[in-house]
């Protein structure tokens, strides 16, 4: 394996971090790892497939949720090998890693995977689970819902999603019907909605607040390693709850052994 695209942000980094040069192209979502330097081929829902099949690539990575069915046939057609990820849970995420990297792109197993899954086999079983609502988006207000990556991650670091059990991915939900729930925690990652101290937390009136890192809550790569502990440390520091006082607030990772994280 010489040459391999990238449609696939955390894959980008995974790739990247393993095997410095082997990537020749990745989305202009690809942000990670910083000094990247490769030939920029669009976004992950409307690559230009041109310029891919330009690069004439070994491989091409791809995710069956983050890129288009029509953009992979095409590039198939083209005649260049697709590779697509399919990650439900942490453990689907790891094996499906260690698959792409050994048997797709022919690479030793890199040290950050064996690191992820101790750093995650470490997480201790949570005491009282959280009850958290986990917003994806805003106008319309979209949440975690079922059968998610970030989800799972959620779940073992003591925050289940309340919309767990929900018949859709992320379904939409009104904020009325959100407060209604009385949940425990809001968790407000900075993507794929930028949310900030100031766009969220008012919507969610007496709830405690947790702005969490995105990308260790929604990417899968090198960034598991190190997701567990600071995903625990900034959901131990919560915003004050709009409408509360600062004696109202529930503490996370307390006597409770309380913890949380958010989608993908």
């Not at 890693?97 to 890199?110: E, H, N, Q, T």
């Not at 995650?120 to 979209?142: D, E, F």
């Not at 794929?192 to 990417?219: C, I, K, M, Q, S």
Request: charged content about 20%; glycine content about 10%; some cysteine.
């Amino acid at each position: 394996m010489r040459r391999v695209v990238s449609l696939v942000p955390s894959l980008t980094e995974a790739v990247a971090v393993t095997a410095p040069g082997l990537l020749v192209g990745a989305t202009d979502w690809c942000t990670h790892p910083a000094d990247l330097r490769v030939t920029r081929i669009g976004g992950t829902k409307n690559p230009d497939v041109p310029a891919i099949v330009a690069l004439a690539p070994d491989l091409v990575l791809a995710n069956e949720e983050e890129n288009r069915l029509p953009d992979l046939d095409a590039l198939r057609a083209a005649g260049l090998p697709v590779w697509v990820t399919g990650i439900r849970t942490l453990d689907q995420a790891l094996a499906s890693l260690d698959r792409m990297l050994g048997l797709a792109c022919g690479l030793a197993r890199p040290a950050w995977l064996d690191e992820a899954e101790a750093a995650w086999a470490g997480v201790r079983p949570p005491g009282r689970p959280l009850r958290a609502v986990v917003p994806v988006w805003r106008r319309p207000w979209m949440v975690l819902g079922r059968d998610t990556f970030a989800g799972d991650l959620l779940r073992r670091l003591g925050a289940p999603p309340l919309h767990a059990d929900h018949a859709e991915r992320y379904p939409a939900v009104p904020i009325s019907e959100l407060n209604a729930a009385h949940p425990d925690l809001v968790v407000l990652p900075d993507e794929p909605y930028r949310f900030t101290a100031e766009d969220g937390p008012e919507a969610f009136p007496g709830v405690p607040a947790a702005l969490v890192d995105g990308r260790h809550l929604t990417w899968y790569g090198p960034s598991l390693a190190e997701a567990p502990a600071l995903l625990a440390a900034q959901l131990a520091t919560r915003l004050p709850a709009a409408g509360a006082g600062a004696g109202d607030r529930n503490p996370i990772g307390g006597g409770d052994g309380d913890e949380d994280g958010r989608p993908a």
